[in-house]
């Protein structure tokens, strides 16, 4: 992938990689109920910048720009002109085979007739997936995902027999969503990985296959005594996601899973009797 050079006004960074005069920045927490997720200040700066871009504030100015001199007291771009001699070295991103993307500066000034401010540095040099938001464990789990369809044997109608036991399975569909994060379009691709299912006697069995009906028999069960059970499925969820602004529409991991329970039907197990007849 190579990343096209913004214009003098453009995408800003969601992660930046700061130049090395650039301090650590603290992190706003956000509440995701289980789970908390770290926003950066580029992050918080790259939402200030996407709003400004929709509104165009006549009195905040962006553009991009190299980083001149890192060992200045005051850090230059060259927005206004060449850059002097440098006396530091701007160390930039390794991206792969990505181009790392300029720094992204700004300028303020109190009304439309004052003079602007100078220049200053919000963004340092970034690689292109750093600008991209992550989707987390906490979104994933967001998703209203559908339990997969579970089936048994003997079905509803069939008669379960104590010491004969019973088939279930899935089917592993892939479940699509189409979602937002932080105002960026996000297609999200959720399947099946892992099977846990409790028979209601105490017995329980985890699997990753998705079974299927006799004579596969990968989920069985013969249940010991007779009574009334219910079979419940916990399944685990793996996914993927691609942001609508990645230029290479690559799908990404999501670093997480997501869990879906099932509940079939309560059914009797019965002991199968011989009588004689005349």
């Not at 130049?19 to 790259?46: F, I, M, N, Q």
């Not at 400004?52 to 009195?59: S, T």
Request: hydrophobic share 35%.
């Amino acid at each position: 992938m190579r990343f096209r050079r913004p214009p003098a006004v453009g995408v800003i960074c969601l992660a930046a990689l700061l130049v090395l005069t650039t301090p650590a920045h603290a992190k706003t927490r956000v509440d995701l109920g289980e789970d908390e997720v770290g926003l950066s200040d580029t992050l918080d700066r790259y939402r200030e910048y996407r709003s400004w871009k929709a509104r165009k504030n006549p009195l905040v100015d962006y553009a991009y720009a190299r980083l001149c001199n890192v060992d200045s007291q005051h850090l230059e771009s060259d927005i206004d002109g060449e850059c002097s001699p440098p006396n530091g070295t701007v160390v930039l991103p390794g991206c792969d085979e990505d181009e790392p993307v300029m720094p992204l500066w700004r300028r303020t000034r109190v009304t439309v007739r004052s003079p602007w401010s100078n220049w200053e540095m919000r963004i340092g040099w970034a690689c292109p997936d750093d600008l991209l938001p992550q989707l987390t464990r906490a979104d994933f789990r967001r998703l209203t995902i559908e339990p997969t369809a579970t089936h048994r044997q003997p079905g509803a109608r069939g008669t379960v027999l104590v010491n004969k036991g019973i088939i279930g399975w899935v089917e592993p569909d892939e479940r699509t969503f189409r979602t937002s994060l932080l105002d960026y379009g996000i297609d999200v691709v959720t399947w099946p990985v892992e099977y846990t299912w409790e028979f209601g006697d105490g017995h329980t069995l985890t699997t990753t296959s998705p079974g299927g009906p006799y004579p596969n028999r990968d989920v069985e069960h013969v249940y010991e005594q007779t009574g009334m059970f219910t079979v419940t499925l916990t399944t685990v969820w793996e996914g993927k996601y691609r942001v609508d602004e990645d230029e290479d529409h690559e799908w990404r991991a999501i670093d997480g899973t997501a869990l879906t329970t099932a509940t079939l039907a309560p059914f009797e197990v019965t002991e199968l009797r011989g009588h004689l007849v005349g």
